[in-house]
């Protein structure tokens, strides 16, 4: 089979001479795509939506097979490069958020249309608009090759936006299918400044409810008060020996396991564009906590874990009772080397210990994931991106918020690298979701050059 260097010599054009020739014919079949509802939270527009994608994924060169475990089916499609060329795997989802309040939209969510240099549907950006691209850049060699520069899966979940609840046990069913060098996943927005960027990791998460239980109603505080203990004093002491005032958590080997920033990191990190008081006074503040006075924005979200109380729903302020009950939901983003089922043991033993008259029970956990920024795909990935753009991406070692990247890093056992391909105002899960024209014909161009780049 052809290699990835006669395969760029035989191309008729530059990618993104490609891509422009038939830009027309990629907007309209992206918009037919979006036509058709995926919404996996209701079940709108399922089973349909899967064959839509199955068909996407035909229309692309690659052989389809559909994987049904307990969720909604993942689809997944595979197609053999050279040999000896790299195995990549593309993730994107083909489920979309439900579009929400009609009158928030200026068309119909799911009559895509094409305004002001962007297509408006739901899941333009997230996350049609992304895999798409990637699948047009596979037809686009198919068309004209008739072969891919390296070995690519396709794997696309289809419940993605209700937190992926089985990929992980259909990824180990299927292992065989995964056997990868590499995972590409497309999701997410380029970064605020406009700039493309290359990412290599998440934060984890971990959801604790806490909760204490009182008297068997609730009681008049007259009539019952210092009889009767009160689970809101109980819940609210647990919560306050979790940290002192100063915000260092008490929890013992709360921080235990975290890998800290490499140095390349923490030199990508400051790369990247920032400007502070405008990120604090969008939320209405002048400055950051100051429990983490020291460490850069970037690091608070990337190399600490956080405890955050989320909510305490106990008794009436406007009633003088003692609640019967009183919860608190708690969540903890965790860091990369920090597992959620060892994090939830050590805050159990603490209350254990401090207030025991508490329960705590974990509501989920998804564990943190990171690939080395010093990986040898990576400078492959940003070649990518600045042969189509002129401009290198900036490298992020981490997002402070959580996607099930472990999957890949964790049962795979691969680097993750995220390619995020929509614009940063793509207004995802929100009314009026919209994908920028130009980011998606770029997109498209540079999925070509990642596999050109990846299987040289
Ligand atoms: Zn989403």
Request: glycine share 12%; proline share 6%; aromatic share 10%.
């Given at each position: 089979m052809t290699d990835a260097a006669t395969i760029r010599a035989q191309l008729p054009a530059t990618p993104r001479e490609l891509v422009q020739g038939c830009q027309d014919e990629l907007i309209a079949g992206l918009m037919e795509y979006v036509s058709h509802p995926s919404v996996s939270a209701t079940g709108e527009g399922f089973p349909a939506a899967t064959d839509v994608a199955v068909e996407e994924v035909k229309r692309a060169g690659l052989t389809p097979s559909v994987l049904v475990g307990k969720g909604r089916p993942l689809v997944v499609g595979h197609r053999a490069g050279p040999a000896g060329a790299p195995h990549v795997l593309l993730y994107g989802h083909y489920d979309v958020q439900p579009a929400g309040p009609?009158?928030?939209?200026?068309?119909?969510p799911f009559t895509p249309v094409l305004r002001d240099g962007r297509i408006w549907g739901r899941g333009t950006g997230d996350n049609k608009g992304q895999h798409y691209a990637h699948l047009q850049a596979l037809r686009l060699f198919d068309e004209h090759?008739?072969?891919?520069?390296c070995t690519v899966t396709v794997l696309l979940d289809g419940e993605e936006e209700i937190g992926s609840p089985t990929l992980a046990d259909t990824l180990r069913a299927h292992r065989d299918l995964f056997d990868c060098d590499l995972v590409v996943w497309s999701d997410r927005s380029v970064h605020e400044s406009g700039e493309w960027c290359v990412s290599h990791g998440v934060r984890g998460m971990l959801q604790l409810r806490i909760g204490a239980t009182g008297p068997s109603r609730p009681l008049h505080s007259g009539n019952f008060g210092n009889v009767a203990p009160n689970p809101a004093w109980q819940l609210v002491q647990a919560l306050a020996s979790l940290k002192d005032p100063s915000g260092r958590?008490?929890?013992?080997?709360?921080?235990?396991?975290r890998e800290p920033l490499s140095d390349a990191d923490r030199a990508a990190f400051a790369a990247l564009p920032l400007n502070l008081q405008e990120v604090l006074g969008d939320i209405g503040l002048?400055?950051?906590?100051?429990?983490?006075?020291?460490?850069s924005f970037y690091e608070r979200l990337a190399d600490r874990p956080t405890l955050t109380i989320n909510g305490i729903t106990t008794g009436d302020v406007d009633r003088t009772i003692i609640p019967d009950t009183a919860e608190a939901g708690v969540d903890i983003r965790l860091t990369a080397g920090q597992d959620p089922q060892t994090v939830f043991e050590r805050v159990a033993a603490h209350l254990r210990a401090h207030a025991p008259e508490v329960t705590v029970t974990m509501v989920g956990g998804v564990p943190a994931s990171r690939t080395s920024i010093d990986n040898p795909h990576t400078p492959r990935v940003a070649r990518a991106i600045s042969r189509v753009t002129g401009r290198d991406p900036l490298l992020i070692p981490a997002y402070g918020g959580t996607l099930p990247d472990w999957v890949f890093t964790g049962i795979l056992g691969v680097p993750s690298i995220g390619l995020p391909l929509a614009n940063a105002d793509q207004a995802n899960h929100a009314p009026n979701e919209n994908l920028r024209v130009d980011y998606f014909l770029d997109a498209t161009a540079i999925c070509m050059e990642l596999l050109l780049e990846l299987g040289a």
């Open positions: 009609r009158e928030r939209w200026d068309s119909e090759i008739g072969a891919l520069p958590v008490l929890v013992e080997g709360f921080d235990d396991g002048t400055e950051m906590d100051p429990a983490f006075n020291g460490l």
